[in-house]
């Protein structure tokens, strides 16, 4: 017989730690953001805000934890709204944590009758288009506005190690691989890291952020993450530790001791997952996004893991990947207060999705620019070099 329980506030969410810890290590596929520590770091480093909860469905089979979902309650304009606990970049993983010998379709239901009645509005990133949880989602809601994206993965799929992948690309893949990696050497001494230390993690993490917001600067983008401090606190905290369950990774690529690229990712028993990236523009010729990719796939093929790249679709990603799934991201009101909240956004994913109906792709690009056109303002230094990495 399964037993709901609603968990709410820090004191009973605390409790939950062995049962948590337990139901992680029986799911082999258990993410590293579906693990107690994710959850508790990504309360205690969040912008916390008056009138905050900490919030988790759970279900059990007699003393037996088989599922969690864990939430922070907070607010979105007059409505109470129901976000997934993380690391303040709010792009992980939704699904929630379930035991594999559980009907995922019922323990969904459940999960989503713990929920409904706790906000006006929930939020859930990025479901397996397949799963149950999306399913569930689906018929939830007075409406819903999904957001499906690509997730791309370098998968091993029985390839026995890194150069035998290697040989599944075309040879200019591989030969500008070595060419940019050549040039690069000879201008200086250049080492993949993992840092291992404070200080060093440190240092990866404000350098990668810190680009990160140059980037979006040059790209005029915009990303809501980069004006709070929660992701800085968030994996300074998780930077020293090192769970059964999975770690924060903080790769970079140095050239004479200085970064030239960096990835943020986290690390679980199956996978590296790939969660944010950066690169010095300076060095943009020789791609150095392209070869920290090469040396980090290499470093997951030494220890039997997938290299999960994730979401968006990116030109880099395309080219790597092996592999390739669909996440949604959901945003729903259960009552007619988040209704009228979220009413603006469903009117705009409406529109666009009547858009997508009636016009073809150029078409639909001459639209979109047209609605975000305004003036240039004066003084604003607009970058020639866009891309991320340049053409292979």
């Known amino acids: 017989m399964l037993r709901p329980v609603l968990v709410d506030g820090l004191e009973a969410f605390i409790r939950l730690e062995d049962a948590w810890n337990d139901l992680a290590r029986s799911v082999a596929t258990c993410h590293y953001?579906?693990?107690?520590?994710?959850?508790?770091?990504?309360?205690?480093?969040?912008?916390?805000?008056?009138?905050?909860?900490?919030i988790c469905a759970t279900i059990w089979s007699g003393t037996r934890l088989?599922?969690?979902?864990?939430?922070?309650?907070?607010r979105l304009g007059m409505a109470s709204r129901l976000e997934p606990l993380g690391c303040g970049m709010h792009e992980e993983y939704g699904d929630p944590l379930m035991a594999a010998d559980m009907n995922a379709g019922e323990i969904c239901r459940e999960l989503m009758a713990l929920l409904r009645p706790m906000a006006d509005i929930l939020e859930v990133p990025f479901v397996l288009h397949d799963g149950a949880a999306r399913q569930v989602l689906e018929k939830t809601g007075v409406f819903n506005i999904p957001n499906p994206l690509d997730s791309y993965m370098i998968e091993r799929r029985g390839i026995e190690n890194f150069d035998d992948l290697l040989q599944t690309y075309s040879s200019k893949f591989r030969t500008n691989l070595k060419q940019g990696r050549k040039r690069l050497q000879k201008i200086g001494e250049l080492r993949f890291e993992?840092?291992?230390?404070?200080?060093?993690?440190?240092?990866?993490?404000?350098?990668?952020?810190?680009?990160?917001?140059?980037?979006?600067?040059?790209?005029?983008?915009?990303?809501?993450?980069?004006?709070?401090?929660?992701?800085?606190?968030?994996?300074?905290?998780?930077?020293?530790?090192?769970?059964?369950?999975?770690?924060?990774?903080?790769?970079?690529?140095?050239?004479?001791?200085?970064?030239?690229?960096?990835?943020?990712?986290?690390?679980?028993?199956t996978r590296v997952e790939l969660l944010t990236t950066s690169f010095d523009p300076e060095y943009s010729r020789y791609s150095p996004g392209m070869l920290i990719i090469e040396d980090t796939v290499r470093w997951c093929f030494e220890r039997g893991l997938d290299f999960d790249m994730r979401i968006l679709r990116m030109d880099y990603k395309e080219r790597w990947s092996n592999a390739q799934t669909v996440r949604i991201q959901y945003r729903m009101p259960l009552t007619m207060k988040g209704a009228l909240v979220l009413l603006p956004d469903y009117l705009s994913y409406s529109f666009f999705k009547t858009l997508h109906a009636i016009f073809n792709a150029e078409q639909r690009a001459a639209i979109r620019r047209m609605m975000k056109w305004r003036p240039s303002l004066k003084g604003r230094n607009r970058s020639a070099d866009a891309e991320i990495e340049p053409s292979t």
């Open 194 to 269: 993992l840092p291992e230390d404070y200080s060093s993690s440190v240092e990866t993490i404000d350098w990668v952020i810190e680009e990160k917001r140059r980037w979006v600067d040059r790209m005029d983008k915009v990303c809501p993450w980069m004006s709070k401090g929660e992701a800085r606190a968030f994996f300074l905290a998780a930077s020293m530790k090192r769970g059964e369950l999975g770690r924060v990774g903080l790769f970079r690529l140095t050239l004479d001791g200085k970064p030239i690229a960096g990835f943020l990712t986290m690390i679980d028993r």
């Open 33 to 54: 953001t579906q693990t107690f520590e994710w959850a508790k770091l990504g309360w205690e480093t969040r912008d916390a805000a008056p009138g905050e909860r900490l």
């Open 66 to 74: 088989v599922a969690v979902w864990p939430f922070q309650r907070n």
